[in-house]
């Protein structure tokens, strides 16, 4: 019998040794239980089993996929030209001033790295200035902007530290280690100066934010070491660009950070006076954009997609790779398209659509959008070709769900079992939707509903998608626009206008029976109304909660298109729940929901519903 030597398990490695040896004539009649040989075939084991792990160990540890070590997985990831991304500082955007100083010089100015403070929760975070602010008198007023002339200032949290290095004679080839495991590698300044005395100096450079090299570049180079730390190394003076020399001094400065628990901060305040005056902090977008050092499963999924990108934006998958990458610690996910496959056709654009974090300010999301446009598609896409973003839409599901239970397996109630049948689908729906390009599969659901207890017998599900119109912020966007007249015209309490909604799926045909589409309940000149389609047709009409129809023809729908237009549709202000009014449809195909493009799935948990019903039929009855 052959010994599997890569066996994992000690006793059947021992059960092989022993069979092995029971095969020979010699121990043909031997009883191995308590025997002296025993003991031999437990050290034999064990040394095969040791052996065994370390090989699967090794193994494992050779490849990206199946790496369990952060250290071999970081190792893999440089081996592509993947830098993991360390821990990331909060972010907040604020304006500072000071009022009422008629005294004061012709200008003020707040030196780069003064601190400010904010509470979040029980903890105080310490947010820094990253560059010096200047304010010029203006009516005995000082705003204070950034040498951009921008009054928007930029904090961010952590603590700013420095390392110093001092270059010997065998320079070629070193490396120099920031022993900090929280450091926020983006804030990295690295200044060579000519020896230890000097004050002049040279800045480097991280070699990924350097468009071209040269071999006068100064660059640096950054990676993680084995234990959580990080270290920068140079060129050797050749390829890429210049190395610095022997007796240089290095300096480092850094931000040490407490990453994503910063985030959430909305309230700034700093203890610095300017000629006794206190600064007033005005926030524009709380503190957003804290991060961990990325995680190793992370890593695995970033990694060959950024080798695959090359750091050039050519495909849409490229976008998708570098804007994730860079931009991570923001959005939760980012999907792009070409123009050619745009409806309609747009060339000469590259859309990317960005689905934030939920604690990322519009203000916040704003700046980011232009980062990524200064900072990736400016530098690295093709010419003439612009980005342009687009926001994310959610179509949200409706699911009514119903199973039948056996009463004899049944673990307690109905009312239970329907209870845990509903959490498990509303936590379905946040593992497996909510992303772009994620698709919705009934029968994977219904197949997993079905598996939750013994005592369910079958499921089955009806399926229906719902787009929403923002009645409120339309309505105020025209209030403004009428206030802002040269002569105001009077704030509506109604809107009034052809409206239209788009699904990214085909819809169900006309139905003799069914609606197909349904609005939620709405007011319309003081009344309570419903949209829906005449049986039959694509027609819209408004009904009243009686069915009794006023408006016979209010638009119609196209299954083909998913489009669901109405026209002059007129809904009373505060006439309806929530935002605005929900359009829900039956899809054709309520199997499988695949949406396109910056589309997103979600559950309306709110419309969804779940019924368990005993099923009697399946006990058997004594007669």
């Known amino acids: 019998m052959a010994i599997q030597n890569s066996e994992l398990d000690f006793f059947q490695i021992k059960s092989q040794l022993q069979t092995h040896f029971e095969q020979q004539s010699e121990f043909s009649d031997y009883d191995f239980t308590a025997s002296g040989l025993s003991n031999i075939l437990d050290v034999l084991a064990h ?43 909060s972010t907040a955007l604020v304006s500072l001033s000071i009022t009422d100083y008629p005294a004061g010089p012709a200008s003020l100015t707040i030196p780069v790295g003064t601190e400010f403070s904010a509470s979040i929760g029980a903890s105080v975070f310490t947010f820094t200035t990253q560059e010096e602010c200047t304010a010029l008198k203006e ?16 904090l961010k949290e952590g603590v700013n530290r420095s390392k110093t290095f001092i270059v010997d004679s065998e320079a070629v080839g070193a490396v120099y280690v920031i022993p900090d495991t929280t450091i926020d590698t983006s804030t990295i300044n690295v200044r060579v100066y000519e020896n230890y005395l000097s004050t002049n100096f040279l800045t480097f450079n991280d070699i990924n934010t350097v468009p071209t090299i040269t071999p006068d570049s100064k660059v640096f180079l950054l990676r993680e070491t084995s234990n959580g730390y990080y270290e920068i190394f140079f060129s050797d003076g050749n390829i890429l660009g210049a190395a610095p020399l022997a007796n240089n001094r290095i300096e480092v400065d850094y931000i040490s950070t407490r990453g994503s628990a910063a985030n959430g901060g909305v309230s700034f305040s700093t203890t610095l006076t300017l000629d006794g005056q206190p600064i007033t902090v005005t926030t524009v977008s709380g503190s957003a954009g804290g991060a961990e050092k990325e995680s190793s499963d992370s890593i695995k999924l970033n990694a060959p997609r950024s080798f695959s990108a090359q750091n050039r934006l050519v495909t849409s998958s490229d976008y998708t790779a570098l804007i994730s990458s860079n931009f991570g610690s923001y959005i939760q996910d980012v999907i792009a398209w070409g123009g ?17 974090l939920d604690d990322v300010a519009p203000s916040t999301q704003t700046a980011v959008k232009e980062l990524i446009k200064d900072q990736l598609t400016s530098n690295l896409s093709i010419m003439s070709i612009d980005t342009e973003f687009v ?31 509903d959490a498990f689908i509303k936590q379905y729906a946040l593992d497996n939707l909510n992303t772009f390009e994620s698709i919705f599969r009934r029968s994977n659901l219904l197949t997993q509903v079905d598996q939750l207890s013994t005592a369910i017998l079958n499921s089955r599900m009806s399926v229906r998608v719902q787009q929403r119109i923002n009645i409120d912020s339309e309505l105020e966007e025209i209030n403004i626009a009428r206030q802002a007249l040269p002569t105001p015209l009077p704030i509506l309490d109604y809107l009034e206008k052809d409206q239209s909604v788009n699904f990214p799926f085909q819809l169900a045909s006309p ?28 027609q819209l009409q408004i009904l009243d909660l009686n069915d009794i129809i006023k408006v016979n023809n209010a638009g119609s729908y196209d299954p083909a298109k998913g489009t669901v237009s109405m026209s002059a549709l007129r809904v009373d202000e505060d006439g309806y729940t929530g935002t605005g009014i929900k359009i829900s449809a039956t899809p054709a195909n309520q199997s499988t929901l695949i949406p396109l493009r910056n589309y997103i799935i979600t559950l309306d948990e709110d419309l969804s519903t779940t019924i368990g019903f005993v099923d009697n039929g399946a006990s058997k009855v004594t007669l």
Do not use: C, W
């Open 391 to 421: 926001d994310p839409q959610e179509t949200f599901l409706e699911l009514s769900t119903a199973f039948n239970i056996d009463p004899v397996k049944m673990p307690s109630s109905t009312e239970a079992l329907q209870a845990q049948v």
């Open 139 to 154: 009516s005995n007023n000082y705003v204070f902007k950034t040498s951009s002339g921008s009054s928007t200032i930029t």
């Open 47 to 89: 040394n095969t089993h040791i052996n065994a792990l370390t090989a699967n160990m090794a193994i494992n540890e050779s490849f990206l996929t199946s790496a369990q070590l952060r250290s071999s997985v970081v190792s893999h990831a440089e081996a592509l030209g993947y830098v993991p991304k360390s821990k990331i500082s």
């Open 340 to 356: 050619n496959d745009n409806i309609p056709p747009q060339y000469g654009k590259v859309f990317a659509s960005l689905n934030f």
């Open 511 to 538: 139905d003799n029976d069914d609606h197909t589409v349904i609005s939620s309940v709405f007011k319309s000149n003081g009344q309570n109304v419903v949209i829906k389609n005449k049986l039959g047709t694509t």
